[in-house]
């Protein structure tokens, strides 16, 4: 067992934590929402937010795991889904997202920094700690010097979805308290039994955005390749001759190949999680890529199809009868994750 493992610092009462949290009481069972990794693609995550809130859906505790880190945590801060929505029609164009880039030159540690992401979203969450929000939420990251799952439940959220967010071989490393992390996709894409254990829940609804391996199969979803409409202008086919050779991201250049190898190992992690959920929605996409964030409504469309399809199978979960002997915390069935809190400055 992970010696850094800790029981819960409070007690817990489901009375009180229903009353405070919105889970309906004694009479409803405790249900938590997870909010998968997947770039662009998590702008799904709120329009499924979105159909649970317009049908009453009450949730008890949120996890969520890079983009579902950072959807994650606006929504337990307090927003709706019509100001998530309007969070992301904000990106409406590459040159948007431009400029929250931060670029390193030399790009030793990564391409961008992330502080104007990060900035960016303390618009919202401003130096609020994990206490002070609504719902209760846990942030998984990427230990890089233990190389393990890391979960943040205390401190300054914004610097852990910062951590949660950082994409490797893309974002820079994030350092918290002398420690590196990195993208919680990476050891954590679908953090369902986590969230399970650590909040005493009844039922976990799973939110998974990542591509499965039959979309690239029939070419329905382009994945992680950074793509570009074909050109017949000569200037035009000879400059992007010259970019993919250059661009790291480009389809088979060595960032692109490992980003796909990545791709492939947390597509066995999430399988294992999805089948410890009570209910999973997994949007659907025509075509879609990392970093489109421009497309917000195609993926925010997704997202309420597929909530609104896994309703009936929601509903199910509030007719049982909630499991009123949860109340003792077991640490043998519990997978080994770092739990050290941070406080950032």
């Not at 104007?116 to 969450?125: N, T």
């Not at 010097?145 to 979960?151: A, E, M, N, R, Y």
Request: proline letters at 6%; aromatic letters at 6%; one cysteine or more.
């Amino acid at each position: 067992m992970n010696a850094l493992l800790q029981p819960p610092t409070r007690g817990w009462d489901r009375a009180k934590e229903s009353t405070q949290h919105g889970s309906g009481g004694e009479k409803l069972p405790r249900i938590g929402l997870v909010l998968s990794s997947g770039g662009a693609r998590g702008l799904a995550h709120a329009g499924v937010i979105q159909v649970l809130e317009e049908h009453g859906i009450p949730i008890a505790a949120v996890a969520g795991c890079s983009m579902g880190a950072y959807v994650g945590s606006l929504w337990a801060a307090g927003l709706n889904g019509a100001q998530l929505e309007d969070r992301a029609r904000e990106i409406k164009d590459r040159t948007t997202l431009k400029s929250l880039m931060d670029f390193i030159l030399p790009p030793s540690e990564g391409l961008i920094r992330g502080d104007k992401i990060r900035k960016h979203l303390e618009r919202d969450l401003g130096d609020k700690t994990f206490a002070d929000l609504d719902k209760p939420l846990i942030v998984v990251a990427t230990d890089l010097d233990s190389l393990t799952p890391h979960v943040f439940e205390t401190g300054v959220v914004s610097h852990a979805v910062h951590a949660s967010a950082a994409i490797p071989a893309v974002c820079a490393p994030v350092k918290l308290n002398g420690r590196r992390y990195t993208d919680g996709g990476a050891s954590e894409p679908l953090p369902v039994r986590l969230l399970k254990e650590r909040m005493h829940l009844d039922h976990v609804i799973a939110v998974n955005v990542m591509p499965m391996p039959d979309e690239f199969d029939s070419c329905k979803d382009v994945g992680l390749a950074v793509t570009d409409k074909p050109s017949y202008r000569l200037f035009t086919r000879l400059f992007n001759t010259f970019w993919n050779k250059v661009n790291l991201l480009a389809p088979g250049n060595v960032l692109d190949t490992f980003r796909r190898a990545l791709l492939a190992a947390q597509l066995r992690l999430i399988t294992k999680e999805e089948a410890a959920a009570d209910v999973v929605i997994h949007p659907r996409f025509v075509a879609s890529t990392w970093h489109d964030f421009e497309n917000f409504g195609q993926y925010l469309q997704a997202g309420r199809e597929a909530a609104e399809e896994a309703l009936p199978a929601i509903w199910e979960l509030l007719q049982r009868p909630p499991n009123l002997n949860q109340e003792t915390f077991s640490h043998e069935t519990s997978p080994s994750y770092s739990r050290m809190g941070f406080f950032a400055a």
